[in-house]
């Protein structure tokens, strides 16, 4: 069955310190992919997203993301954090034979210590 | 409204009553969909609409569980006889349409807690 992972479950990062949040899939098939983050108390917002194109995907607040096909990744990266940045971060994947369904990747929780 | 609401934010309910979780999508999306986060957990889709009907029920992890959706707006997702497994943050998110490239607009979500 089709799944996204994210092996990374908590991370702890002084600022300024860059990062670099794992996510991978299983599926042959294409995919569109999605970064999510939910930051204390707020509703769950899209970071960035890659649906074709260029692998190299830049979102908001300095995030990007890169689609390596033959490794199934999606790893989300950000040169140097703030204390901001803590929150939850989520990988999804839209599975080209499940509709527009998001399957989600278990989350990441990232602390960034002043 | 400009964003996807949820009501209650919060509900704390005993074992074994029913509850009704609400959803009023943004204006004009035809697709809805709720997820489920239990603690420490990942989101885990629970079911989607496409107007008013609902093709893929296959994420209710039981009969106890049901939901509605009523002129192309308001959703409500039922839970009867609450167990405590049932525990989690209710998420509800629209779209435009259900093509892959429609992005969601995800709601604050429902806490449920039963006791």
């Known amino acids: 069955a089709q799944s996204v992972s994210q092996h990374n479950h908590h991370v702890i990062l002084s600022e300024a310190a860059s990062l670099e949040l794992g996510c991978n899939y299983s599926y042959g098939g294409t995919v569109n992919l999605f970064w999510y983050v939910q930051y204390p108390g707020q509703h769950l917002q899209l970071l960035l997203k890659y649906f074709s194109g260029d692998p190299l995907v830049k979102g908001i607040k300095g995030f990007e993301a890169e689609f390596i096909k033959s490794k199934f990744s999606f790893n989300l990266r950000k040169p140097s954090v703030q204390w901001s940045d803590t929150a939850e971060y989520f990988c999804a994947v839209i599975f080209n034979n499940a509709g527009n369904m998001l399957t989600f990747g278990g989350g990441t929780r990232l602390m960034v210590k002043p | 409204g400009a964003g996807v609401s949820q009501s209650p934010s919060n509900k704390v309910t005993e074992k074994g009553k029913d509850v009704e979780l609400r959803c009023d999508p943004i204006s004009g999306h035809t697709a809805l969909y709720w997820y489920r986060q239990r603690l420490g957990q990942g989101l885990e889709f629970l079911i989607y609409f496409q107007g008013n009907s609902a093709p893929d029920k296959s994420g209710l992890p039981s009969d106890r569980f049901s939901a509605e959706r009523t002129g192309e707006s308001v959703s409500t997702l039922t839970i009867q006889r609450t167990q405590q497994e049932d525990s989690a943050v209710y998420l509800c998110?629209?779209?435009?349409?259900?093509?892959?490239?429609?992005?969601?607009?995800f709601g604050s979500g429902t806490r449920l807690t039963v006791v």
């Open positions: 998110a629209s779209s435009l349409f259900t093509g892959w490239d429609y992005g969601y607009t």
